[in-house]
């Protein structure tokens, strides 16, 4: 089958293990194609995969792999070795670093400035270059939504790192030897190849123990890993992504009451298991709070990832996917309660309780 990836004789990623990074594999691979018609005829795909990391699956889906660090030169180059007009996706990147936040530094900011040099001394065709809603901070009022042209407001260690990614990448669109970049800005993940957190999340919920802030009216844009994966692919092959910056995320935000409802609500009628009716109710100030502490916490270089998860609970971080809808076709297919039902049917076939 032909498609759109024909024009690129190599794909190689960096964070294919990761959670986004396994279904954008998979997708390329085949085994989205009723989602992802758009990874059609897609070649060759080599990833770099972090020494200790579970790669065996790659090589089983006839991926070539490259071990090393994001952060070792050698170990891009090599990634990027022959990547002449190919296509490159940068997703490897550290959230919660464990314990210290220069990992943040290190990783976001040092690894992309080594895979936007390595792209371009291989003269590779184009650059996908993975972002986030932290630069943006929290939107200023609850109605507000970001767009491409908001202002950079970064949350924290995290935000920081990204936005300074963000304008290495920025400096380097459209210089001559470099290839065209595209930036894809994603909001929280959810769905199948989840963290422990993100299991912690729907057990919280199904407990009644997940604290909701005030009315739970604050929204939030999330990103089912299938539609994120979905809108990658759009970055890679359309034309008029080259140079440009897009939302990717689901179709609309969520206040967070709805979606600690629609968990709630999938886990007893879709899996039968008790979930309490009424999730608890916490006053806003305890986020506030949190965001102090995590904010204080961060200025001496330590990281604690349940406080600084806290800080942002009732806090409206919420985006706009016109651009991408208009100019890229992307339409999110997966729903909220589709996306969680097979988030939880994901945990439970890897034998997790919940």
Known sequence: MTGPMDRYPLIAITGGTGWL???????LTGELAA?????????????????????????????????????????????????????VYHLAGVIHPPGRTKLLHEVNVGGAQLVLEAARKADAGRLVMMSS?????????????????????????????????????ALAMGRAGMPE?????????????QPPRQTQFFTMIRRGRFPLMGRGENRRSMG??????LGLLLCGTQDRAANKVYWLADARPYPMAEVVRTVADVLREDFGMDA????????????????????????????????????????????????????LGFDPPVSLREGMRNSIAWCLEQGYRI
């Open 35 to 87: 989602l992802a018609p758009q990874a059609a005829g897609a070649g060759r795909i080599r990833c770099l995969v972090e020494p200790g990391a579970r790669g065996g699956w790659l090589k089983k889906a006839g991926v070539e792999c490259v071990t090393g660090d994001i952060r070792d030169s050698q170990a891009v180059a090599a990634l990027l070795d022959g990547a002449r007009d190919a296509l």
């Open 224 to 229: 089912y890993v299938d539609n994120l994966a």
């Open 276 to 327: 309490a009716e009424k999730p608890l109710r916490v006053p806003g100030l305890i986020a506030d709070g949190a965001r102090l502490a995590d904010a204080a916490l961060q200025v001496c270089g330590i990281y604690h990832q349940k406080i600084h998860v806290l800080s942002e609970m009732n806090l409206t971080i919420a985006c706009s996917i016109a651009r991408a809808r208009e100019e």
């Open 133 to 169: 809603n932290s630069p943006f901070g929290a939107n200023r009022r609850p109605e507000d939504v970001f767009d491409e042209d908001s202002p950079f407001n970064p949350y924290m260690g995290y935000g920081r790192s990204k936005m300074e990614m963000e304008r290495l990448c």
């Open 21 to 27: 990074g396994q279904r954008l594999v998979a997708a």
């Open 181 to 193: 970049i595209v930036i894809a800005r994603a909001p929280w993940f959810y769905g199948p190849g």
